[in-house]
DNA sequence: AACCCACTGTCAGATTTTGGCAGCAGCGAT
DNA sequence: ATCGCTGCTGCCAAAATCTGACAGTGGGTT
C-alpha cells in the first residue's frame, strides 16, 4: 500500500513537515533512528536533526538517546487552529467541567489543558478566558473507591483488567473483563466491558468496584468494534443504556 | 508604554509573524488597512498581502474591503500545541459533555470545535477520538424556555438584559439586569446578575426566565470585576452560591 | 574494539521570502 | 464622474533562510 520510502513533494513548507514528523514519530512505539526518519521524509539526516531540535523547542516531548534512537511521549500535536467565540467558550466550560469530576487524574489533566491553552493566548485574550463567565456547579463528593486512571489506560492500551464487583443484590465476585468504555452520567460512572465469566456485555458501576488489577495482557478484539457491537445491543431492545448501570 | 511603531525583531520567522497579525488585527475593532498593519509589524505591504493570504488560506476569518480595511471576525487563533493523552481525553469529554447541554448554540459550537480539532488530526489519531471510550450520559430532557446564547452574549458583551422571571413564590416582574456569568449545574442553569430594580447581586434560574430582551446598552462595570465581588459576597456568609439559586 | 547513534560546526548551493514596481478593481467622498 | 484610498495580483531581483555534505565529538550497545 504504502511504499518503503515515501518520497515527499519538493514544496512542502518547512511547518507542514514538522507536524508530518510528529505523526511519523507517533506511529513507531519502538525508538527509531534518525536516519530512518530522514528517509522516511525525504530529507538529510542533517535537516533531520535541525527539525528535531526546532520541535523540542516547541515543546514536543521528542527525546533523543544514542545508541538507539527517538521516542515520541504519548502526545498529540495540534496545528494553528481558529476557533470563534462560542467554540472557546464550549471548550473552556467542557474542561471545568471535566476538572471538577472525581476523577482526579482525568481532572488533572483538564486543568493542564486550560492551561496550556492560557499559556499561549495574548493577554487580553488570555483575562477573557480567566473571567469567561461559565461556571460549573460543585458536584456531591462523590469518594470512588478505585482510581478510575487505571480503567481509562486499561481502555487505551486495550488490556484486561481485573477487579472484585459489589452487585446490587451486595453479593461480590471476582470479575476479569475488556472494557471499552467509561461512561460519566450525573451521579456515577459506568465502565462498559466484555465479561469473561459471563461471556457478554455488561456494565459495572465505578462505586462497586473494587481491589483494580491492571494487567498486561491484551485483549484479542479492537477496543472501536467492540464499542459499536456493543452500540448495537442497545438500541436493539429498550430505549437505550442509562438504566442498566448495574452488572 | 508602548511606540506607535513597533519594530520587530528581524529573526522572526513567518509562522511566528503571521500569529502575531492575527493577534494585531484582534485588537483593533474597526477596520485597519494593509498598510498601518504592514507597518505595525515592519514589513512592506507586499508582504503583509501575502500574510492576509495565507492565513486565509488556513481558515482565519479575515475580511478585506477596498476602500475600508481588514477586519477580523471574532475569534481565537492558537499556535501549534502539544497535549498529553488524558488532556485530549479531557478535551474531548469536556466537549462532549457540552455538546448535550439543552443550550443548542453551545452545544453546536462545541460539536464544531470537535470537528475542527479531528479535522487535523491524521487518520489513525481520529480513529482514536472518534472511539475515545469516554462517554457522557443523556441528560434528563429539559426544554429550556429561553434562548441562553442570548445571555451568553450579553454576558460576552458586557450588555444589559431584561426578562420576566416568575420566582418560587409564583408572582412575576419584569426586570433589567447587568448579566456576568452563567453557572451550570446538573438539572438548571442560573445567571447571576446585577439587578437595577434591586440594587444587589441576584441569582436567576434559566427555567423561570422568559420573554427575553436584548439591549443594545453597555452597563458601566467590567465584567470581571462584579465577577469578583460576587464571589467575595458568596463566601462571606454561608457555604456556597449553589443552593441560592432564586432571585 | 568496533559500531551505531545523537549532536554540533561550517559552508556553499538550493529554496523561500521579501520588497519594490506596475497595474486593475471596488468603495466613498467631493 | 473624478479623485483618493484601499484591496489584490503578477513580476523580478535582492535578501534571508533552509538544506545537504563533510568533519568531528561523545555516549551507548554489541
Redesign the interface.
Known amino acids: 500500500m504504502r511504499p518503503a520510502l515515501e518520497i515527499r513533494k519538493p514544496t512542502m513548507s518547512r511547518?507542514e513537515r514538522l507536524?508530518d514528523l510528529v505523526?511519523i514519530l507517533?506511529?513507531h512505539r519502538r525508538p527509531v533512528s534518525g536516519r530512518a526518519l530522514a528517509d522516511e521524509m525525504g530529507v538529510s539526516i542533517r535537516t533531520l536533526y535541525r527539525d528535531i531540535a526546532t520541535l523540542q523547542g516547541?515543546?514536543?516531548?521528542i527525546e533523543g538517546e544514542a545508541g538507539l534512537g527517538y521516542v515520541l511521549?504519548?502526545?498529540?500535536?495540534?496545528?494553528?487552529?481558529?476557533?470563534?467565540?462560542?467554540?472557546?467558550?464550549?471548550?473552556v466550560?467542557?474542561?471545568?467541567?471535566?476538572?471538577k469530576q472525581p476523577d482526579k487524574?482525568?481532572?488533572a489533566?483538564?486543568t493542564?489543558?486550560l492551561a496550556?491553552?492560557a499559556a499561549?493566548?495574548?493577554d487580553?485574550?488570555r483575562?477573557d478566558l480567566?473571567?469567561t463567565?461559565?461556571?460549573?456547579?460543585?458536584?456531591a463528593d462523590h469518594l470512588e473507591t478505585i482510581d478510575l486512571?487505571v480503567v481509562?489506560q486499561a481502555?487505551?492500551e486495550e488490556r484486561k483488567l481485573g477487579f472484585v464487583y459489589r452487585d446490587a443484590g451486595g453479593s461480590s465476585s471476582r470479575r476479569m473483563v475488556w472494557p471499552?468504555?467509561?461512561?460519566?452520567?450525573?451521579k456515577v460512572r459506568?465502565m462498559a466491558a466484555w465479561c469473561e465469566t459471563r461471556q457478554d456485555f455488561r456494565h459495572f458501576r465505578a462505586d462497586r468496584m473494587s481491589d483494580l488489577t491492571a494487567t498486561d495482557i491484551r485483549y484479542p478484539r479492537r477496543?472501536?468494534a467492540m464499542?459499536r457491537e456493543w452500540k448495537a445491543t442497545l438500541d436493539a431492545p429498550g430505549r437505550?443504556g442509562?438504566k442498566n448501570a448495574s452488572d
Open positions: 511547518s507536524l505523526q507517533r506511529r516547541q515543546g514536543a516531548p511521549k504519548p502526545g498529540f500535536m495540534l496545528p494553528p487552529l481558529m476557533f470563534s467565540d462560542e467554540e472557546i467558550e464550549a471548550i466550560l467542557g474542561s471545568r467541567w471535566v476538572a487524574r482525568l481532572a489533566a483538564a493542564d489543558a496550556k491553552i499561549v493566548l495574548p487580553d485574550l483575562e480567566d473571567a463567565a461559565l461556571l460549573v456547579g460543585p458536584r486512571g481509562r481502555i487505551r471499552f468504555a467509561l461512561a460519566f452520567f450525573d459506568v477496543r472501536q464499542l437505550n442509562a
